[in-house]
């Protein structure tokens, strides 16, 4: 049937048939997809339009109106609530309006923050959503997964997540990860035949299953379900949404704020209990009490912290590095050591072919088109032991590698489609990290010829003939393969074997060899990576590099960025052969120095980064393959790559660098230590305020004052200076010597470094200041004292906020304007205080009065006292050497 009738024919129902009974072909014909040409793309969009998204729908996600429900269900507001209501009962009615104004105000601010961070975590979601190479009008194209219908056509190889249920058409040494899905972590080998009736779902080897994993080889398979109606989707719909766990961050917050709260309680109680026993009114007692609690206890703290983080790890996205789980970004201010893998990372990943050494002598790149039969056979063998494809708009997909090498025979003069029709592949064996090389077989005119290319130490020693049936000189061979390494060549040696028989096994693919040349790529240096590592050793960064690539090579690469090659006893590199010979105690000394790794697996990777955390480091590690992610999981910061990187390691990782740049490790790392800066900045200046109203109120009767505030107006001071002001610190930019400050230890407290005593004499100084006010103004019988006291201890917040901007930079000298959004809030905080006491009617409810100039100028200069102090503080700070900074 072609693709254009099937745009008009009845679409299939996929989820009625038992697909793994059903043969290749009538899966094909029961899906009406062309085996060769894949869906239409009329077809396509009207099934897309029948079926929907190919998504695991979530959990049930609160409501809007839920959330702003949720508001209210805070004890302590319950408590204000049923207070405000009592007030008005006996007939403060205004009382009661304005209290529940405040109340929800409040409110509508938690519920803004809320949905604010569930937008910036839903766009974080969004921007993994993983892609699938689909055959589509006969050209295979890549989609966004969740654009799949049934009947189409989907390419796996080795590292993709699967992402729909399939029927599999063709496969080559296809192995699937399954255990997401029937928890068997051994591997399964797929096979083509179909199940009989009634197989149970793990022993079904002709489907894979969307979510599954595959480990190694390729395949092909037609798309039988999607979205819920897959297998991962019939067990989503069985199980509740869970909210995602907390960070330990705010773990660690929410337990500071119950044991804040508990004494902020305390505290009220006595303050409830002492106004009674000084003949206040118990009902303004109890207003007071409740208003203060409720002002103290910072409930939200957690809630803003996630919505800092997640502003943050937005923010991060848009420098190319997706965070893909929030407590990453708390970690990236601890890393000390940054395994970084060479190619595409530390390099452009733009390989070049620079050089070739074939038997017969060196040869440059450009005079490769010599019509010499070992140099057409070199070229024959690099363009057909190559799996680069073009897409349909001519763009050349696959391993830079192999695409420097379809480039070089190309420019040979090679028609690369028209040789590979001509020497169609009949079988393979894929590289594999142990093997370190990869063979093809191909056959034309009955004639059998296997090609095989690969690591030098992994080829040369299968050779036994050079062109012209003279025996090969292993050790000349790798001589030279050693001298091109040594410029910064990555070296690949290429054979050949002609098989007499039709169906030669596996093993003799590999064996008898007749070596052709040796293939020397160039990829260099990206520009930024050399700054970026002297960036990471400047921030106490140690940068380390695994590669697989010859110890030479690595070595030339690592001089050229910066990475010192010092190593123990003047072992500068350490080589996979090397960490085989050693044991773990052996490996954590070497680990302590060595900071270049060559010709390593993927797996002992894992060995790596165990030897580097055992002596205390904090390990963010880079991969991109299938056997990079137990690594990654290991590491305390796993990167997956982005644009190269698999499926799998991007499932395994922490941090996703969406441009494969080393350079945007160390942004990450830079941005997360900004971020957990401004927490702390954050909580230091919330606890600060809090504190400064729970004295205020609590010691002025020791000092014989009255009641410095009313309820109306804490709950008002909270209000407008917990709210913006806070929120703003989050846009607070990185202080100019954020990337000198040695790692942070991941144990260190929130409130480390002495930022707990540093709040606790601040919140002391500025219930001084507001006391010291209101004992002025009383003595002066200014009638105005209260509302001072009002406008005092709201400015001092601000005044406080604009200097901790920085623990030891001067406001001065980092700029008003370096932070607007900061700027901003204070500004709108000062004209809505003047609001509240300058206009008439609103002041009367805040029982406020218009202040004289002269009160105001007092009020401004008073606040301003606590400005002038941590602006000395931090004076002091400069002059002292080698102070820690708490910022």
């Not at 960064?541 to 960025?561: N, Q, S, Y």
């Not at 906020?801 to 700029?815: D, E, N, P, T, Y």
Request: net charge neutral.
């Amino acid at each position: 049937m072609s693709s254009t009738s099937m745009a008009h024919a009845k679409p299939p129902a996929p989820q009625a048939t038992a697909w793994y009974t059903l043969p290749p072909e009538e899966a094909l014909t029961a899906l009406q997809s062309d085996p060769a040409e894949g869906l239409s793309p009329e077809t396509a969009a009207a099934r897309a339009r029948q079926y929907g998204l190919n998504e695991i729908l979530e959990g049930k996600s609160r409501s809007r109106l839920s959330i702003l429900v949720a508001q209210f269900g805070d004890f302590m507001i319950m408590l204000l609530i049923g207070a405000a209501i009592l007030s008005g009962i006996i007939g403060n009615i205004e009382d009661t309006a304005v209290i529940l104004a405040i109340v929800i105000l409040n409110a509508v601010v938690g519920f803004l923050q809320e949905v604010r961070a569930a937008n910036a975590v839903a766009a974080l979601r969004r921007m993994t959503a993983p892609t699938a190479t689909v055959l589509r009008g006969g050209h295979p194209q890549t989609l966004p997964a969740t654009a799949l219908v049934p009947g189409d056509l989907v390419l796996l190889e080795a590292g993709n997540a699967v992402p729909a249920d399939l029927r599999l058409l063709e496969i080559a040494g296809l192995q699937m990860g399954e255990a997401a899905l029937t928890g068997e972590s051994t591997p399964v080998l797929k096979q083509i035949p179909a199940s009989p009736p009634g197989t149970l779902l793990p022993e079904r080897l002709c489907m894979a299953y969307k979510g599954t994993l595959v480990l190694s080889g390729r395949g092909r398979g037609v798309v039988t379900a999607t979205g819920m109606e897959t297998e991962l989707g019939k067990i989503a719909a069985m199980l509740e949404g869970a909210p995602p766990g907390r960070t330990p961050l705010q773990l660690r917050l929410a337990q500071f704020g119950r044991q804040i709260a508990t004494a902020a309680l305390v505290i009220c109680a006595l303050i409830f209990i002492t106004g009674l026993l000084r003949g206040e009114a118990p009902l303004l007692m109890l207003l007071t009490a409740l208003s203060l609690a409720v002002a103290a206890i910072p409930e939200a703290l957690p809630g803003v912290v996630t919505v800092l983080l997640a502003l943050g790890a937005s923010q991060m996205a848009q420098a190319k590095a997706l965070v893909r789980r929030l407590p990453a970004v708390e970690t990236l201010g601890s890393v000390t050591t940054i395994c970084s893998d060479k190619t595409g990372t530390l390099t452009l990943n733009d390989m070049q072919l620079i050089e070739v050494w074939t038997p017969s002598g060196p040869l440059t790149a450009t005079a490769l088109h010599q019509d010499t039969h070992a140099t057409s056979e070199l070229l024959r063998a690099i363009l057909l032991c190559n799996d680069s494809t073009l897409d349909e708009t001519g763009t050349l997909l696959g391993d830079p590698t192999e695409t420097a090498l379809w480039h070089a025979a190309t420019a040979a003069g090679f028609d690369v489609p028209a040789e590979r029709a001509h020497w169609p592949r009949v079988s393979e064996r894929q590289f594999d990290s142990e093997r370190r090389r990869m063979t093809t077989l191909h056959q034309k005119d009955g004639r059998l010829v296997s090609y095989t290319k690969g690591a030098p130490e992994a080829v040369v020693p299968l050779c036994t003939t050079i062109p012209g049936a003279q025996p090969a000189d292993a050790n000349v061979i790798m001589q030279q393969a050693a001298a091109m390494a040594a410029n910064g060549l990555r070296v690949l040696a290429i054979a050949r074997k002609p098989h007499a028989t039709p169906s030669p096994s596996p093993a003799a693919l590999e064996t008898e060899l007749e070596f052709l040349g040796l293939a020397g790529l160039l990829d260099p240096p990206r520009p930024e990576a050399a700054i970026a590592v002297a960036t990471c050793r400047q921030a106490g960064i140690r940068p380390v590099m695994i590669t697989g690539d010859h110890p030479a090579t690595a070595r030339a690469i690592a001089r050229a960025l910066g990475i010192p090659d010092d190593g123990i006893n003047g072992a500068a590199v350490l080589t996979g052969h090397d960490l085989q010979t050693m044991d773990d105690n052996a490996l954590r000394r070497h680990v302590a120095r060595t900071n270049i790794y060559a010709r390593v697996d993927p797996a002992q990777k894992i060995r790596i980064v165990t030897a580097l955390q055992s002596n205390g480091e904090i390990v963010a590690m880079t991969g991109d393959g299938v056997n990079d992610a137990p690594a990654l999981a290991r590491a305390d910061i796993g990167v997956a790559m982005g644009k190269g990187g698999t499926d799998v390691a991007r499932e395994a990782a922490s941090l996703v660098l969406l441009d494969d740049n080393f350079a945007t490790i160390v942004a990450a790392v830079r941005e997360g230590r900004r971020i957990y800066d401004n927490i702390r900045k954050f909580v230091r200046f919330v606890v600060a305020c809090n504190s400064a109203e729970i004295w205020a109120i609590f010691l002025a009767p020791f000092f014989s004052l009255p009641m410095p505030l009313l309820p109306i107006q804490i709950l008002w001071i909270n209000l407008v200076t917990d709210g913006l002001p806070g929120l703003a610190l989050a846009a607070e930019p990185a202080e100019a010597d954020i990337m000198s400050r040695p790692p942070r230890p991941p144990r260190e407290g929130l409130f480390a470094g002495g930022m707990g005593f540093e709040v606790i004499w601040t919140g002391l100084i500025m219930a001084a200041i507001t006391l010291l006010t209101q004992a002025a103004a009383i003595r002066a019988q200014d009638t105005h004292w209260q509302t001072m006291v009002f406008t005092v201890l709201t400015l001092v917040q601000m005044w406080q906020v604009m200097a901790i901007r920085s623990s030891h930079i001067s406001l001065f000298q980092q700029g008003l304007l370096s932070n607007k959004k900061l700027l901003g809030a204070v500004l709108l905080t000062f004209f809505l205080q003047l609001a509240v006491i300058y206009t008439p009617g609103l002041n009367q409810v805040f029982n406020a009065q218009p202040l004289t100039l002269a009160e105001l100028a007092l009020a401004i200069g008073a606040s301003s006292l606590i400005f002038i102090l941590l602006e000395t503080v931090k004076w002091v700070r400069r002059r002292q050497a080698g102070h820690p900074p708490l910022g």
